[in-house]
């Protein structure tokens, strides 16, 4: 539930209404804001009986909400949060953010000359996966810590900040000691043990969505992130599985204009993933960023025939300088 104070309400309405909400047994959480100051409910299982709430002082309305999400929610939160990583700042008002990298980070030369490409190109950050969550086993899985200190190295050089996969909990210190973003993937969007770990640290995260989960799924998995007190998550569509062969996957585009209503968070798109194909890879970027995407992801490597890992849907440096030029015209028409 939600609990609308009026604009003139006073401290003391508020505690009253702090207090009263505490002695049903819930949490209360105060959402300050420009627009209207509001108290957030949570810890309800059900419906929650608001008729002593509702005639408090200085309270406007109480709104109901029964979505699994709240936190992730505009109703409960209606300022856009902005993630800041290192100065590269993602969300609404902020231009859109470009991160460009290999999907494996194989060796050390292999991650400086991919980092070198992307900050050339025009790039703000850099990815690359040391955990890898591979469809089979005899796939590489990838360099683990090592790679994580090539990851970190390439970063620095080029003065971009980092996002890496993480996999287990187990993995979790290292991959925070050494990268500037976590990456949660499709395949651990509900891994919920997970989810609630990376929710008690601050390190920023990046959330992919399920490869069969639904918009309403995808928020819940924020929630839990947030539940925990880590305000700092960064949405990422990277296609969802459906009967279509032609792609990888399918590029669910509407989803970023809703996620833009539904949530505060912010919301970026992988092209890269979500078509396999390095052909499409433009021209979905440049989509994603028509829609409102608060920035793209997207696979960059400096020999693509040789990558160990989704070659097929990289781009070589080249091809990210070229693209990049269109992205900065694109931007600059888009008032950026
Ligand atoms: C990745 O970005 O490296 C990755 C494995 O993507 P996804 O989890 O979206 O499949
Ligand atoms: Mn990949």
Known sequence: ?????????????????????????????????????AIGVLGNQGYVDDSTIRTLPGVRETIHVSKPYKMASRDFHPEPTVVDISGVK???????????????????????????????????????GAFKPRTGPHSFQGLGIEGLKYLQQAGKAHDLPVVTEVMRIEQLDAVCR?????????????????????????????????????IEEFLAAAEYILAEGNRN????????????????????????????????????????????????????????????AHG?????????????????QSLSGNDFAELMKEINHLLEFLGY
């Not at 980070?105 to 190109?121: F, N, S, Y």
């Open 90 to 128: 993602f969300g609404d008002g902020q231009k859109p953010v470009i991160i460009a990298g290999p999907c494996s980070i194989e060796t050390e030369e292999q991650m400086l000359a991919a980092a070198a490409e992307v900050k050339a190109g025009g790039g703000q950050m850099l990815r690359g």
């Open 296 to 312: 793209v992801m997207m696979e960059v490597h400096p020999n693509p025939a040789k990558a160990l890992c989704d070659g097929a």
């Open 178 to 214: 050494y990268a500037d973003m976590l990456q949660i993937g499709a395949r651990n969007m509900q891994n919920f043990d997970l989810l609630k770990e990376v929710g008690k640290i601050q390190h920023p995260v990046l959330l992919k969505r399920g490869m069969s989960a639904t």
């Open 233 to 292: 998550v960064v949405l990422c569509e990277r296609g969802i599985r459906t009967f279509e062969k032609a792609t990888r996957n399918t590029l669910d585009l509407s989803v970023v204009p809703l996620i833009r209503e539904m949530s505060h968070l912010p919301i970026i798109v992988d092209p890269s993933h979500a078509t396999g194909k390095r052909m499409l890879v433009p021209v979905m970027t440049k989509s994603a960023l028509v829609a409102g």
């Open 1 to 37: 539930m939600l609990i609308v104070m009026h604009h003139h309400a006073t401290q003391d309405q508020m505690d009253q209404v702090l207090a009263a909400v505490k002695a049903m047994g819930l949490t209360a959480e105060p959402i300050p804001g420009s627009l209207r100051t």
